[in-house]
């Protein structure tokens, strides 16, 4: 994606982003002089131009407070940030634009003495603490029990200390630390371990269906009760999360039923292009090339599609999900889908406020399900 830079010099008259809107390139209007940025892990780490590298040395807010150019060993960049992102520069003998919580800082729209932060949906100037136009999510942006989004000019809900927003689209703040870091190694550990689970409830579920279906064997092992091979169960979360990778990273025989069809008629219907399940939980790869988890049971005339984890995939995954959720309603009979997506990552929930999903709210406190309900035309 390119972004042509209005008022800029001709030497940087386009910025080409990445699918997670990240800066890439800036070229002039021919496309030469190109001046490119490396990545790794979500974070700017070095800035390309005329093969001589300047390395970003960020703080825990994604702002640049360090640039050293290879094989120096003195700064050319150094500064510091009142919390709202006002820069008090130490030192500055090297181009340096990408400051404050990773934002573009645009001199050439100066006010009072600083540039505004330039993100892909407004304008930030660290001076006034305040975006200068409104949340383009509009109400959807809005939790009700949350009164610092209320205000839809707020900078990161008005705790800049720990949160940042460095796209512009995120009003809850949530390019927070654990974000922005990643899980810590107890929290990948969890999700291991949960992992480890998740295969062990895959493969019983689909013993305890064949060994009932086949042998009949459930009531002579465990004394009558018909529950099959007890089922491991997750201690936070993160054990939840990776239980379900983990089920989902097994491929098994498509069975069970739901109001006449199958679950992997279910599945064929949804667009699945090679899936397997256990039990209820579906997964495998769509047409966009997203893999994904998902569940359907049906209450009433409304069939309800879960989506237990929901994490960034190719361009359109949503819309896929959302597309195959209608024609799996169409071949159950339904005359609406319900569709759960279940503790989306941070990005995952700024998309799901824009395509009009809510999130449901019990006893005054979020729940981290996130609900929309579509109807199937001709129903």
Partial sequence: MQEPTVGKSPTVATIWYGLGGEALSETDLSGNNPVDYVYFGGRRLARVAGGVADYYVEDFLNS????????????????????????????????????????EQDAETALNGGGNDHTLARQYPPNLARWLSPDPAGTTAVTLTDPQTWNPYAYVRNIPATLNDPSGLDPMGNGRIDAAMGPTPSQTADILLGAGKGVVNAVTSTLNVLGEALFGIQDRLFGGTGRGIPQLTAKNDYQAAGMVLGAVGLFFVPGGEEEGLTVGELAEAFGFKSAGNAGELVGGELANGARVAVTFSKEGSTLDVGVPVLSEGPAGTVSTIEGGAVNAAKAAGAESVRITAVNPNASMERLLRLRGYTQLIKKGKATGRWVKIIKVSGK
């Fill in 64 to 103: 640049s407070r360090v640039n050293v150019q290879a094989g120096q060993n003195a700064a050319c960049y150094e500064a510091d940030f009142e919390p709202y992102g006002r820069e008090h520069v130490i030192t500055n003998t090297c181009p340096q634009h990408y400051k404050f919580a990773s934002m």
